[in-house]
């Protein structure tokens, strides 16, 4: 790992995770592990195991030493440790390595048994945010049962109710996930909300039809918190190419100046976002998930297309973290050595000044989030 | 900034800048100066500078030299010795220092008061050419009042009078931005066109349908001049996904062996980019624009990737400055240094052999675009 | 080239080439050679020679040294040389230098005079086997006749007969190049197929239809073997914006679990293949062909993006030569001492241990294909 003044400098600062999800309290064995490492399932008697891969070599790598392992220990060897010392101690030290001062935590997303956003900040004494999932308020709305001409009201009421709650700092959406970014942008007409709410309550299942979705982020710009938005990479639900977030630029020409829109992840498409971020005042990106899933190694690559034209006040960091407490210190890691060791050899260079390049990596790790969440001081 | 014979080289050789625009002849205070430093707005009690991006870090690291500055200089004082020097003589440096012998000019963007080509060029006895900007001159021909039915005749005289002026060497499009390239590639009817035209005329306002924009682009091949297509990165007008070169293809196809065809800017497309320079006899590329907006650090990266398969006859240097003084020399800079460190390494490992670089660095910044615009000998 | 006991456990590594073509046998004049060392045409009188290109620079570099040349020799000389030593005496040095152990040969496609796969493989004491092009069993089930509702029995049983012939281990088709992927992916209904087989058998020509082509895709899943598929970079054929695989997504849920997908070449999208082989079981990529395009200096970076998320068990080799011997050879370098500095240096820093870059070199250049093609030892 590079050394200097910037590294240390991020290395003493309270990172901003500005998008998280809980972490998971139970023992995992193998299988629970494997499946929680990867974006893919995993695919019993194949042979391919997601320790061999890039992320599986980063946490063998990074994460062995803090259970007082040697680096590159064998996954084996690694599960057994992680069991011998169990989830509370596991997940202890990985977040007290994370340096996390706030997390912003999306709840809408919970198939296992984790934490809550106040248990996630407690364990190191960091505050916690909640993020708020609109499909996930819209998927209770139709549980509870509404009329179809009533649904645009009642999710709207129940959004707002949501985002009331104390704590709640914005809002998110996976429309990346449900049907892509290849939307009309317009805001859908009442009429064309009551049909598809129809047709989407007798038919059940999740929210994905395209004009709900967009019912959805119009109702997010009304809402106005900050909202980010789920772009690029994801699991196999995803249609990548329907992800890149350029796709949205009709819908941010027609919210200019509303809310703030956040860009999560973006690879592969982060320069797309970078171009997003450098020609609407209230878009920003970061490449959280992405981090931990390339290692640190490629975290510099990444971040280094990501910033080729990004203004220095849109990036912002999130680890994306869901369940394995790994990948918070992991996320949190690449983060500091990516931007560390580019933004160090640039000062180094002589391309950048010390004190700029301090001030960049301060406002991407902590204070971007502050200004966009309107975070107080301390929160 | 590497070392060796190929930067030796490219440092002694007057490039051909072959797209550019004109720079502004008046005072800029600081607001206008920044308006003009990004390709998003100014975004007053945003806290958000176009200083605070690569493009701001590029121009306080090399061009406050150039006004008698610290590298690294703040904004404040930056502007402040700028204002003190005057437009004249910060022009003056900049266009001396970015070492341009001969600029193609796109006369057809202009609001603000700006050099015109021979001014551009005068200022440091470099030899001027122009480019005709087509949507310029169709949205004269509307403007000058025309029947529907003669929008087409009246267009291709237009465009024809306007090429046939002294020093014209090339036309542009840019298409890109007024409807992107995913156009049904065939040459409009006749009465497709008239249709077209009449509407837009009754319309008003810019010249933005999908069949009028083929029609300027198959007279842009009747006219037997090189063309220049803006692609990939630009202001918000842009769906950068709708820029992407390889969209082109099949009027690619369709044009085969009748004109060149100059892709410009390209980012984050250079590879497709390349692709088309590789696989269509008469389809060029640059990198303009983006080297200036990503900084010198990642110029280098992003020529490599337009490099990865580009045949060597087949890149070209253009600054695509527009405005300020400082992205002539910028621009330059960061072809010089980028293509510079990438060949001189290639060297120094043995990869390439030095006469091998210094040629493919000559045709790059000067003698691909004499080729192309059949420039004459000191021309 | 970089040293330490990666490389050397790649130099000593038999690779398997799991997708390349034959290898032309006759003397090549200078317009045969060009022509074979481009993807593009040549074109008489551009004064643009194929040599004066990336691939051009690495044969000069990388090949003339195996022809008793100096480094860099100039063109003429290398053809000079390469003539008088004679197609035999240059395959054979190339595919010796090459060390590849098994070849996958697609022998559905010489315009030229090539070699067999027993032809290519013998002059090196390698193994053969073969890969079947289905547009060409389609294409002879056309040409030999049948009536449009039998085309879709004919097409399976011919397919059948081929792949049944010793020695065959997968199937491949160029639909990229025929119509793209962004297709319905659903199998089409025999009505659909008999109607589109009319349209075709009267016609003629290649098969470019989307039905049909849907057709094969589903036949190539009945059939069960490994399946290749170009993706990406190709001639100008190819439309690169639909060759991107991540089109593909909606038809490999749809056939999940069935057969092996391996993405060839995939270059600009070679981060997509990654994310398709990080979530699906049976997806694979490769980056041949870009390889020996891009030479050994770029092919670190290219595999770098390969990989960034890409399970190591997911990463195959291929030179994708057709034609020019150079190809066997260069290709395997550019493959060996790409992955070899990649992992190299990873291992040096600390990133990676030793035994696992050499399970991940040796795997990639050799096990994943004879896993996947159930080759059994020595084949």
Not at 16 to 33: I, S
Not at 276 to 284: D, G, I, Q
Request: aromatic content about 8%; hydrophobic content about 45%.
């Amino acid at each position: 790992m590079g050394t200097g003044p910037v590294h240390e400098a991020l290395s003493a600062l309270e990172l901003v995770d500005h998008h998280c999800h809980g972490v998971v309290t139970e023992d995992l064995d193998r299988t629970a592990f494997e499946s929680l490492l990867t974006e893919g399932d995993v695919w019993p008697g194949s042979g391919i195991s997601p320790f061999d891969s890039p992320v599986g070599i980063a946490v063998r790598r990074y994460c062995a030493p803090l259970l007082d392992l040697e680096p590159h220990a064998p996954a084996d060897e690694y599960l057994a440790r992680r069991a011998e010392l169990g989830p509370d101690e596991v997940n202890r030290r990985f977040l007290a390595a994370a340096g996390t001062g706030v997390f912003c935590v999306d709840t809408g997303f919970a198939p296992h048994a984790i934490t809550t956003p106040a248990e996630l900040a407690g364990a190191t004494g960091a505050i916690a945010h909640e993020v708020v999932r609109l499909e996930t308020v819209a998927e209770s709305v139709a549980a509870r049962g509404v009329e179809p001409d009533g649904y645009a009201d009642a999710f709207r009421a129940a959004a707002l109710d949501a985002v009331r709650r104390p704590g709640v700092v914005g809002v998110k959406s996976v429309a990346a996930y449900r049907t892509g970014f290849d939307l009309d942008p317009a805001r859908p007409s009442a009429a064309e909300v009551t049909r598809a709410a129809r047709a989407w309550l007798a038919r059940g299942g999740r929210l994905e039809d395209p004009v709900l979705t967009r019912e959805l982020l119009w109702t997010a710009v009304d809402l106005g918190l900050p909202l980010q938005l789920h772009t690029g990479f994801g699991d196999n639900d995803i249609r990548l190419h329907r992800t890149d977030p350029a796709l949205l630029t009709d819908w941010l020409h027609l919210t200019v100046g509303t809310i703030p829109v956040l860009l999560l992840h973006c690879w592969p498409y982060q320069r797309q976002a970078g171009y997003l971020a450098a020609v609407f005042e209230r878009v920003y990106l970061d490449v959280g998930l992405t981090l931990h899933h390339v290692g640190p190694v490629r975290a510099r690559a990444v971040l280094a297309e990501a910033l080729e034209i990004t203004p220095f006040r849109k990036l912002l960091y999130s680890s994306d973290a869901y369940g394995l407490a790994e990948f918070y210190g992991l996320g949190a890691l690449a983060f500091r050595r990516g931007l560390g060791d580019l933004l160090q050899d640039r000062v180094d260079a002589g391309e950048l000044g010390l004190p700029d390049a301090l001030r960049l990596a301060r406002w991407a790790g902590a204070d971007n989030a502050r200004r966009v969440y309107r975070l107080s001081d301390g929160h």
